[in-house]
């Protein structure tokens, strides 16, 4: 009888054994689970900020870009502007042309 009781003792024992494996493999399951989930969570969170700061990068070049290229298009247009004028008032015929032209159309507005 001892021996049935101790055999029955050992069943009881491994049986609880088992059910505290289990429990501790489905807590870690779950722990496993939760780790994941956060680690992609923050890595779309992260990309998501690296996207949206490139785009905000981008779009600050874009604009520095165009504002230096209204510069070069102002400072380009000056340049052929002073030099039409050179050639247009390179005597005083022209000159005198040109200013009679500039009262004519004060004295009309």
């Known amino acids: 009888q001892e021996m049935a009781r101790l055999t029955s003792q ?3 024992l491994m049986k609880q054994a088992r059910a505290e494996r289990d429990e501790i493999l489905k807590e ?3 722990l496993k689970d ?3 989930n956060e680690a992609k969570t923050s ?7 690296l996207i949206e700061k490139a ?3 981008i779009e600050n070049q874009k604009k520095a870009a165009l504002a230096d290229l209204k510069g070069q298009v102002s ?3 000056l340049d ?3 030099r039409v004028l050179r050639s247009q008032l390179d005597d005083k015929a022209k000159q005198q042309d040109l200013v009679n ?3 004519k159309d004060v004295e009309l507005n």
């Open 10 to 12: 050992n069943e009881e």
């Open 28 to 30: 870690a399951k779950i």
């Open 34 to 36: 939760n780790i994941v």
């Open 43 to 49: 890595a779309q969170t992260e990309g998501a900020k």
């Open 55 to 57: 785009r905000i990068e």
């Open 75 to 77: 400072t380009l247009s």
């Open 80 to 82: 052929i502007a002073e």
């Open 101 to 103: 032209s500039l009262l």
